[in-house]
């Protein structure tokens, strides 16, 4: 594992743009799994810049998003699918159909994340898989737990989730609990990673993870540490607990 620390954010969100912008021009075919939430807005801005000011290309890459809230359609304005619609897929010219998302609103939930496990698989799997990190080591949204799942899934989140993310919501009690994610395998089977974590928030679960080289299902970023081809980008804040 590579981790590399930058002295504030924007040095940090650079090195993640830089290195997703290498992928795509390396292979502009190229497959991504993504994030949502506060961490990636900046790496997506700096994509952005890119596309207008040096041509970027993203006209035949395809994005998978990698977890939605269950029961919030595609326009809703908290769906994971429209945040990355809005931040980054219509910025960047992608084509809308090569990006894909659960199926959050499916009568049967189970059903629609196995079909999102054999879309992933028809796909050949990602290139790449870009993610953030929860306060409590989850990663897409799988929740520390006993056991965790391989393959897209339901997942019931934590009320500590649950409050970390009602800051996009008028009210807490609007957060959805469940969501559509995919699974450890999905992510462990990527041919290349990168994690980024800003800010002190994270300095606690970041120096927890990469303070011990241990796997347990009660952090489950510390998966990573069984793949080959992980960066960890931080911010001095995120890597502030690190000795
Ligand atoms: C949510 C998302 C994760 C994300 C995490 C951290 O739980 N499902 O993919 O990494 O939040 O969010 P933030 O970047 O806002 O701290």
Known sequence: MKV????????????????????VRTNPEIVMSLPTGSTPVGVFSELTRM???????????????MDEYV???????????????????????MSLENTFSPDACAANLGR?????SSLIKRAGGFDLTFLGIGRDGHISFNMPSDALHPLTHVERLSEAAVRDNARFFEDVSEVPTQAITIGMRNILESRRIVLLALGEAKAPVVARWLGSGLVTTWLPASFLWLHPDVTVVLDQGAASELR
């Not at 326009?75 to 994971?80: G, I, N, P, T």
Request: proline share 0%; aromatic share 12%; hydrophobic share 35%.
């Open 71 to 93: 029961g919030l359609g595609r326009d809703h304005a908290q769906s994971y699918y429209r945040f990355l619609r809005e931040n980054l897929y219509e910025r960047v010219g």
């Open 51 to 65: 596309h207008e000011e040096e041509g970027l290309d993203f006209s035949s890459v395809t994005c998978f998003n």
């Open 112 to 116: 629609a994340a196995d079909d999102y």
């Open 4 to 23: 590399i620390v930058r002295h504030d954010k924007e040095e940090a969100e650079k090195v993640v743009a830089d290195l997703i912008a290498g992928e």
